[in-house]
């Protein structure tokens, strides 16, 4: 049925011919007001809400269909600067049109939530994205939204954390012990990245994005290039398709290891987060030798990768791939049945399904609480449409299924570790990338180990004229202040650590 | 098989116990830290530095690259804590503040207010590109492009991110 609606939206529109892989289409504000409907029925998932400041401004609403996986992307004009906003009927737009109008100075008709969202009134200029920005005004103190009552106080932390964590803002209110209201304040790590995007090389474009989110660093290079080669037409070899997904799948198993010791450490218990750490530490090495980087920054390059892998280190893959295996079978068995443990990681921070599928959200949060998607299962994902792999999903929607997801997910992984060392193709890893005078609009989705990361660029003669990221976190933030309702404070780590959101893919 | 819910962790400690621990032996000194330092820090505070210290760790805007390899110096084999160098939760207890990122606007006040609660005497040490010199944001409308400027910086980390190895070198030539 969804497919039918994104026809109906397609028919009703003017289908943009230079934008692949999948349709752009230019429509009215009816049709805007009608998809926006669809988001409010849950027909339609939002998959991404962007502007472009070129005359006239546009906004961008990237729209999926679950259930047979169809992508559109549908673009108003605004030449009054105006838009309706989605975001008045269906809140998981809401900070996506936020800070459409702190960087772009574009106004959502009807945005119930009006506070600055990126902008701090730190920064030299307003409206930074405007091919005419103002100078800076300085803005309202920030206005957290009340929670009244007998009892209650406020607990406001960040954001700088007594953790090594990234920097971010949180505001409770609490009765006693028990979180009745927990309010996030990002944009904190914001750097201007889609600005130092404009009018960039594509080369230089994928290493920014590689820079999103550090710990994304593949995926995100992966979701650029992606869609700087879909803009272009040019095809990526087989082989470099297949060191693609190695280095994804390898970042996966990293992070997730990473992130199911420091849950543990989270509810103090230091054992397996130790012998986890050993266990990331000694899959970075791997990578290191693999990639020539232990993160893997700069390998995914536009046309391909950047260098063949030797011979020896995608060798030694295979002995890491059979290390981490055992391991994970140890640590987990341990997970498993230490009642201290799960007593913290039971019945915590719980994500209800409805709200899963009403935010779109990716990743472990969703797959935690019913819902399905994974980016690798979209048409076009070469080399997933070779492999054999299941996406594991739970339904409990806590603390403890987001730990199952993860450690199901990196069994998962290491199988498709194997299929692709398997089958490897020869031949080059690297198309010829000439992007010189080469115009084009692409979009590229990659499932990161937090979900689906996408890249839309806009190439303009060999130069990015606009590129916007969508970091999974958009979709997931909200759904932490939903879990920790009605948890105790102490749990709030516990909580966010099981979230694992960015801070510096969502700021950019 | 009885269900023995103790075996999977007795067999762990067991075997760690035999094998020996994890961590790796300590890397050399890095020389280009030890001359960084020698111009940066004076006598007196020299003498302070070489025993226990206490780091705070703030992120001024990195991608959370250079996080996660700082984060890796607190694991089984690189150790940090062996030198007697551990991260604390509040400036106010703490000797060094290992600052990442190119400072975004947005975050420069909480960097500022994070030095200030920082008790003298201190040191301050810039991990990674970004934090030197802005890195790939400098020139953007939301960084000030290091930290440099803002708080005086003793000692440069270099690396997109450095490598916990590297961070090791450098941090221990604060203990040298």
Redesign the interface.
């Known amino acids: 049925m969804s497919d039918a609606i994104l026809h109906e939206l397609m028919g009703a529109g003017r289908v943009v011919a230079a934008h692949r892989p999948w349709p752009r289409v230019e429509v009215d504000r009816a049709v805007w007001q009608l998809a926006a409907a669809h988001l409010k029925d849950g027909k339609l998932t939002c998959f991404g809400l962007w502007a472009e400041s070129q005359e006239p401004p546009h906004v961008h609403l990237a729209l999926l269909a679950e259930t047979t996986h169809q992508v559109v992307v549908l673009t108003l004009a605004c030449p009054d600067g105006r838009f309706p906003s989605i975001g008045a009927v269906h809140p998981p737009a809401l900070r996506l049109e936020r800070a459409i109008q702190d960087l772009h100075g574009l106004t959502a008709e009807g945005l119930p939530d009006s506070r600055p969202w990126l902008d701090?009134g730190?920064?030299?200029?307003r409206h930074?994205m405007k091919p005419t920005?103002s100078a800076a005004q300085p803005l309202l103190p920030y206005a957290f939204l009340p929670a009244t009552g007998d009892g209650l106080h406020q607990i406001p932390v960040g954001?700088?954390h007594?953790?090594?964590?990234?920097?971010g803002h949180f505001r409770f209110t609490a009765n006693g012990e028990t979180v009745v209201r927990l309010e996030p304040r990002l944009?904190?790590?914001?750097?201007?990245?889609e600005?130092?995007m404009q009018g960039a090389e594509v080369g230089h474009g994928a290493?920014?994005a590689g820079?999103?989110?550090?710990?994304s660093?593949v995926a995100y290079a992966i979701a650029f290039c992606k869609a700087a080669e879909a803009a272009a037409g040019i095809v990526v070899p087989p082989r470099a398709l297949w060191l693609r997904a190695l280095a994804a799948e390898i970042e996966r198993i990293a992070n997730h290891c990473?992130d199911i010791g420091a849950i543990c450490n989270d509810a103090s218990f230091t054992?397996l987060f130790?012998?986890f750490?050993?266990v990331?530490?000694r899959v970075?090495r791997a990578a290191r030798a693999c990639f020539g980087h232990?993160?893997m920054?700069d390998f995914v390059v536009p046309g391909g990768v950047a260098a063949d892998p030797s011979a020896d280190s995608l060798i030694d893959l295979r002995s890491l791939r059979a290390y981490v295996a055992k391991q994970l079978k140890?640590?987990t068995?341990?997970y498993d049945?230490?009642?201290s443990l799960q007593d913290r990681t039971v019945g915590t921070g719980i994500v209800s399904t409805e709200l899963v599928h009403q935010y779109g959200a990716g990743g472990v949060v969703g797959r935690a609480s019913g819902r399905t998607f994974d980016a690798r299962r979209l048409p076009l994902q070469a080399p997933y449409d070779h492999l054999q792999f299941a996406v594991p999903v739970l339904k409990a929607g806590d603390v403890n299924a987001r730990v199952w997801v993860r450690i199901q997910e990196v069994e998962q992984s290491l199988n498709l570790l194997d299929q692709l060392l398997g089958d490897l193709p020869d031949g080059p890893v690297c198309a010829d990338a000439n992007f010189s005078g080469m115009s084009g609009q692409g979009i590229g989705v990659v499932e990161g180990f937090r979900g689906d990361v996408l890249a839309w660029l806009r190439l303009d003669h060999g130069r990015i004229a606009r590129c916007h990221l969508r970091d999974p976190s958009w979709f997931q933030w909200p759904l932490l202040e939903a879990a920790i309702e009605g948890n105790i404070v102490a749990d709030f780590p516990l909580c966010n650590k099981s979230f694992n959101c960015?801070?510096?893919g969502h700021d950019l | 098989m009885t269900y023995d819910?103790?075996?999977?962790?007795r067999?762990?400690v067991l075997r760690n116990l035999f094998r020996g621990p994890?961590t790796e032996p300590s890397p050399p000194v890095a020389d280009e830290a030890l001359k960084q330092l020698a111009a940066s820090v004076n006598q007196a505070a020299m003498r302070r530095l070489g025993r226990s210290l206490s780091i705070r760790?703030?992120?001024?805007?990195?991608?959370?690259?250079?996080?996660?390899?700082?984060?890796?110096l607190?694991?089984?084999?690189y150790d940090l804590e062996r030198f007697g160098l551990r991260?604390v939760?509040?400036?106010r207890h703490a000797d060094v503040l290992l600052v990442t990122?190119?400072v975004?606007?947005?975050?420069?006040?909480?960097l500022e207010r994070?030095y200030r609660a920082t008790p003298d005497p201190k040191w301050v040490v810039a991990v990674g590109d970004c934090a030197i010199s802005g890195g790939?944001?400098s020139?953007?409308?939301?960084?000030e492009g290091g930290i440099k400027g803002i708080i005086p910086v003793d000692l440069n980390i270099p690396g997109?991110?450095p490598?916990p190895e590297q961070l090791l070198r450098g941090l221990l030539a604060l203990l040298s």
């Open positions: 701090h730190r920064w030299t200029v930074p920005a954001p700088v007594a953790g090594i964590i990234e920097p944009g904190y790590v914001h750097r201007g990245l600005s130092l290493k920014l820079r999103a989110s550090g710990d660093t990473g054992l130790m012998e750490g050993v990331r530490e970075l232990r993160l920054m140890n640590l068995q341990i049945t230490t009642a960015s801070y510096a | 819910p103790g075996a999977a962790m067999n762990i994890y760790e703030v992120d001024a805007g990195s991608c959370n690259g250079c996080e996660l390899e700082i984060h890796a607190n694991n089984a084999i991260f939760a509040s400036p990122g190119p975004t606007k947005n975050m420069r006040e909480a994070t790939l944001f020139g953007s409308y939301a960084v997109c991110p490598t």
